[in-house]
């Protein structure tokens, strides 16, 4: 396997959107953290440098860059803030990009050029209070109304919620399932609570209400019970791009443990002259460069198919448990220091975490990884064809 060559453009989106980040995002970080602050200003600046509606053609007030792009924006502010990279992909990808591949030509010119400009923030309600994994056992339903429905249920653990002006909700409309648009403003929508979190914070998640909230057929996204296909495929590109957030977790832990390796000394030697040291530090690497060349993979392979679930799933399954392990080697180099909450390596570690709970579960995405592997097989008698390795 080979990692993305970027293109001169992305290597200039990435060198903009690092320089951005470290002039505007880094030093809000840690207040992020602490005070569970989600920076609007800075949200609707990343709106006027044309990333949020960065896979969004220019006529709709995109940059119409593709999911490359998105992955090198998703990337270089989860090395600055995670919490905000979650804030930005649920908008830019989950909610964005999917309403605008699948809205049709009114929605697309009513609604996407506010989310790409930043005047709208938008938020994907799939999640419900007693179905998380199990996401098509969703109770939220749509009741055919006239020309209209009348839409009853809830949603929860919504990242966005509390702030969103647009909702990309689910409902169950018979035994089928549609997509609609509901505006925060609409009468029968209410926000419930918004939840503190043990990481991610500043990245705002919370409850949302649906109480007989009337809606017109021009607010469907798709067409009416066929909306199985926008979740799945939805799912597939949220695995994919947000598996970049924790490529740029490992990235920074990785950086700020050579730092510290190379600074601080014990028994009168630095600390990186340690064999066990060097061990962390050389697995905590090839964790984070294998992460890359699987994610790179599912990259292109979203390029081509959106319904590739093996690449989607185990990329996500591997970069969120790398993440995670290089974290947390991070705090056992920096020793105390790292324990403190003052120190970063302990917020990225926290933010590491909801890695392997949000965007579906290890637990599932393993699951996915095997029942797909099994199916290949059996479709193909082999394991996996020797151009899959490359």
Do not use: W
Not at 305 to 332: G, P
């Amino acid at each position: 396997m080979i990692e993305v060559e970027e293109s001169e453009t992305l290597q200039m989106l990435r060198s903009s959107v690092r320089e951005f980040a470290s002039k505007e995002i880094m030093p809000v970080a840690a207040k992020m953290d602490e005070e569970d602050y989600f920076p609007a200003d800075i949200f609707k600046k990343m709106g006027k440098l044309g990333y949020l509606g960065i896979t969004i053609p220019e006529r709709y007030g995109g940059s119409g860059m593709g999911y490359a792009a998105q992955a090198v924006i998703q990337e270089e502010i989860g090395y600055a803030s995670a919490s905000l990279a979650l804030s930005y992909g649920a908008h830019s990808n989950l909610c964005l990009d999917n309403l605008y591949r699948n809205g049709s030509e009114e929605i697309r010119e009513k609604y996407v050029p506010k989310l790409c400009s930043g005047e709208f923030i938008g938020s994907l309600c799939l999640t419900e209070p007693s179905s998380g994994s199990d996401a098509l056992a969703m109770k939220t339903r749509a009741e055919r109304n006239g020309n209209g429905f009348v839409i009853n249920g809830s949603k929860t653990y919504i990242t966005n919620a509390p702030y969103a002006d647009l909702l990309l909700v689910y409902a169950r409309t018979g035994d089928a399932y549609t997509p609609f648009i509901l505006l925060a403003g609409d009468k029968g929508v209410s926000r419930g609570n918004k939840f503190s979190k043990m990481g991610m914070r500043g990245s705002p998640t919370g409850e949302l209400y649906f109480d007989s909230v009337d809606v017109g057929m021009e607010r469907i996204v798709g067409e009416l019970d066929k909306g199985l296909n926008v979740i799945l495929s939805g799912l597939n590109s949220e695995r994919v791009i947000l598996s970049y957030i924790f490529l740029g977790i490992a990235k920074r832990a990785l950086e700020l443990s050579l730092k510290y390796s190379t600074e601080r000394s014990q028994f009168g030697e630095r600390l990186y002259n340690f064999e066990l040291i060097q061990e962390k530090l050389a697995y905590m690497y090839t964790r984070y460069r294998t992460s890359r060349m699987i994610v790179d993979r599912a990259l292109r392979s979203l390029e081509k198919d959106r319904m590739n679930l093996l690449d989607s799933a185990s990329a996500i399954l591997y970069a969120a448990e790398s993440a995670e392990f290089i974290s947390r080697e991070a705090i056992q180099i920096h020793g105390g220091l790292g324990y403190m909450k003052n120190a970063e390596v302990e917020r990225l570690l926290r933010d590491a975490i909801l890695g392997q709970i949000g965007a579906g579960t290890t637990e599932i995405r393993k699951k996915l990884v095997a029942r797909e592997l099994v199916k290949q097989y059996k479709k193909n008698n082999n394991f996996l064809n020797e151009n899959d390795m490359y």
